[in-house]
């Protein structure tokens, strides 16, 4: 799907003003984060790192909606883009910590499950 920068600059006005992002806002990055992710998946071995690090891509995205300057930018989804991307490389970086650290899976991560189907032919 597309996500017309306007729409999307219009969205986060909105939310500011709200104090608080809109359902169309929330679908928007999720968007973002699902159709960006499929460009890094190949660069993971199994699904549960893969989808930790989009996981933190997306929190990220969602963390930081607000820092968008309106006023100094014109295109939400470059910046956008550029959140999830650091998210997911701080996401890998902290992954790496820890299985250095860590001989055990965590517990306590919440995963996208559409991504499952892609790992099952690795």
């Known amino acids: ?3 017309d920068d306007r729409k ?7 939310s500011k003003g709200k104090g608080k992002r809109t359902k169309n806002l929330d679908n928007m990055l999720i968007l973002i984060s699902k159709n960006l992710s499929l460009k890094f998946i ?3 071995t199994n699904s549960i790192d893969f989808q930790s690090c989009c996981n933190q891509g997306l929190f990220r995205m969602l963390l930081y909606w607000k820092n968008f300057n309106e006023k100094k930018y ?4 470059s910046y956008f883009t550029e959140i999830f991307k650091r998210g997911i490389a701080e996401g890998y970086g902290e992954l790496i910590l820890w299985k250095k650290n860590s001989d055990c899976e965590p517990m306590n991560m919440v995963y996208f499950t559409d991504y499952e189907e892609r790992f099952k032919d690795k």
Do not use: H
């Open 8 to 14: 999307m600059l219009y969205e986060i006005i909105l």
């Open 1 to 3: 799907m597309y996500i």
């Open 74 to 77: 014109t295109s939400p989804f």
């Open 42 to 44: 190949n660069r993971y």
